[in-house]
């Protein structure tokens, strides 16, 4: 039986993986070994350990403040004396919660040397407040030296049994690392072995038409859309050869497309706005054209330069792009015809929506191009076609809407020349407004 190429990859694959999910099985068990005695040492061993030695300071400074009080007797070193007290015992449950069930008896062995010990500062306390100094120092010297020694012995005996415990699980880590590495380097390289192998069995059958793909895919990002790959494969392959093809062709599209749209705002030129309304038009469904101008540009555009003056017009197509972001209607088309005009396509209810909140705020977003003079004063300073001096308004907005069900209009060009001429009409009127031609037409006949 002839395989195919789905199915050579796959019975490599399960080879690979087979060997793979036994070397890492065998890495992830050896791992949790590790990791148990990783989590002896430090929440166990590391921590008796520790805890041994500030037990063994606590105890020196307990002392230490049982002396001085025999010497000052001063209250605040009875309170340093208990303060210490509190801390051993708390150490002392510490370890009772956190070690070994062994560990029982010496815990409570040590307890108990602790509360005589405590008791007998509690005799000294009393001997001193009768004023028996010399009785509370015998106390302290014979008796209080004699169980802080013990105690001592004994904590040294805990910190010991830690380091011994550390250290003979740290040599077990050592050594159970060593062989698993070894284990699981030969299960990964028997893998590799495996893995290769396979692969040179299946490379010539595969190798070789991917060349070629690769080659049609260079010559693809150059810009030759036209390659021939002369393959004619019925497997998984030649479908991808397939849709190399298509995606070749669909790139052509695209880069035609691209080259129409505007460098200065990258929305979609006059050939991408033509064929979105050959296709409305097409599909004979109600579709509303919003031509976008602005009004007063060019005295602008004279006054500030032309640089800020293409800042403008990036805002209005970022002020058109977001608008109809926010309305929600995402599947409006929006292009830019040049300089300060641009389309809007999309259901009429929509495509009012959107203008309506285009010219809405419009003003808020234009007038931090204008000088804080020019935006007090509402208007610029410029000079007309003439050469004398006028005053000119700030920039506005106009958008002319045009509707079509695909049966007003023969052609796009015709739709367009309508909306474009319903916009010089518009731009008669003042501030920024919208107006449909059917409106328009009965203002002028009520004129």
């Known amino acids: 039986m002839k395989l195919t190429i789905n199915q050579k990859l796959l019975l490599s694959y399960l080879a690979m993986a087979l060997l793979t999910v036994v070397a890492s099985a065998y890495a992830i068990v050896s791992l949790q070994h590790l990791n148990k005695l990783a989590y002896a040492i430090i929440n166990k061993d590391f921590l008796l350990l520790d805890t041994s030695r500030q037990m063994l300071d606590t105890l020196l400074a307990q002392e230490s403040a049982e002396k001085k009080y025999l010497i000052l007797k001063d209250p605040s070193l009875a309170n340093i004396f208990w303060e210490r007290s509190r801390t051993f015992k708390n150490s002392i449950e510490r370890m009772h919660k956190n070690q070994l069930p062994d560990m029982t008896s010496t815990l409570a062995l040590l307890s108990g040397m602790h509360d005589q010990y405590d008791n007998l500062f509690r005799r000294e306390t009393a001997f001193i407040g009768e004023n028996r100094i010399e009785e509370a120092a015998t106390v302290s010297e014979r008796e209080g030296r004699k169980s802080i020694e013990d105690m001592a012995a004994l904590v040294h005996q805990i910190e010991n049994r830690a380091g011994k415990d550390m250290d003979s699980r740290m040599n077990l880590i050592r050594d159970r690392s060593t062989t698993a590495t070894r284990i699981t380097a030969i299960l990964s390289v028997t893998s590799l072995i495996a893995g290769f192998s396979l692969a040179l069995l299946i490379t010539y059958n595969i190798a070789r038409p991917l060349k070629k793909l690769e080659r049609m895919a260079r010559l693809i990002a150059e810009g030759n859309f036209n390659y021939d790959l002369n393959m004619n494969r019925q497997d998984s392959i030649g479908s991808l050869a397939q849709a190399f093809i298509f995606m070749a062709e669909r790139l052509k599209i695209l880069e035609t497309i691209n080259r129409d749209a505007s460098p200065l705002t990258g929305l979609p030129g006059n050939i991408a706005i033509e064929n979105c309304l050959k296709k409305w038009q097409r599909e004979r469904k109600p579709f509303s054209l919003c031509h976008v101008d602005l009004d007063n540009f060019k005295p602008f555009a004279d006054k500030y330069g032309y640089a800020w003056a293409s800042e403008v017009i990036k805002e209005v197509g970022n002020i058109i792009v977001d608008r109809v ?111 449909k031609q059917g409106e328009m037409e009965e203002e002028k006949q009520n004129a």
């Open 325 to 435: 972001k926010a309305t929600g209607h995402t599947d409006a088309f929006i292009g830019h015809i040049g300089g300060d005009d641009f389309i809007v396509i999309a259901e009429p209810d929509k495509a009012e929506t959107i203008c309506k909140q285009i010219v809405s705020g419009f003003d808020q977003s234009i007038m931090k191009f204008y000088t804080e003079q020019d935006r007090k004063t509402g208007f610029i300073l410029g000079n007309d076609r003439s050469g004398k001096p006028q005053q000119f308004p700030l920039i506005t907005v106009t958008i002319a809407v045009v509707t079509d069900d695909g049966t007003r209009f023969k052609t796009p060009h015709e739709m367009a020349k309508v909306a474009a001429e319903l916009k010089e009409h518009a731009k008669r009127l003042p501030g920024n407004k919208y107006v």
